[in-house]
């Protein structure tokens, strides 16, 4: 959904996915580069900003207000390399490399 999302309206959205914890959970990460008309990206380096959801939130919080008020949106087109993270067993982030997410396990995070 969140590539879709913010492809729809014209802004670029990278997905950096299966990034491995230490324990073993698989993590997925979205990135929105630049906003629609600062992409100058080679020219100059942009500062990088972190956005980490909350309690059974995803990346998807940081967007789905749209570009006049999401905040992924409006650092972007101010000038910022956006980064969205997932936590373990959000919507984006349920894989392990051996726990299936409908296990008790994989539910027991450390």
């Given at each position: 959904?969140?590539?879709?999302?913010?492809?729809?309206?014209?802004?670029?959205?990278?997905?950096?996915?299966?990034?491995?914890?230490?324990?073993?959970?698989?993590?997925?990460?979205?990135?929105?580069?630049?906003?629609?008309?600062?992409?100058?990206?080679?020219e100059r380096p942009r500062p990088v900003i972190f956005l980490m959801?909350?309690?059974?939130?995803s990346a998807e919080n940081w967007v789905i207000s749209g570009p006049?008020?999401?905040?992924?949106?409006?650092?972007?087109?101010?000038?910022?390399?956006?980064?969205?993270?997932?936590?373990?067993?959000?919507?984006?982030?349920?894989?392990?490399?051996?726990?299936?997410?409908?296990?008790?396990?994989?539910?027991?995070?450390?």
């Amino acid at each position: 959904m969140t590539m879709d999302f913010v492809s729809s309206y014209g802004y670029p959205i990278e997905l950096h996915a299966n990034i491995p914890t230490e324990d073993g959970y698989l993590l997925d990460m979205f990135r929105i580069p630049h906003g629609k008309l600062n992409d100058d990206v080679l020219e100059r380096p942009r500062p990088v900003i972190f956005l980490m959801h909350g309690l059974l939130g995803s990346a998807e919080n940081w967007v789905i207000s749209g570009p006049e008020k999401g905040l992924a949106f409006l650092l972007a087109d101010r000038g910022y390399d956006v980064w969205m993270g997932n936590a373990r067993g959000s919507i984006h982030s349920r894989k392990h490399v051996l726990l299936h997410p409908h296990s008790r396990e994989f539910w027991q995070f450390r």
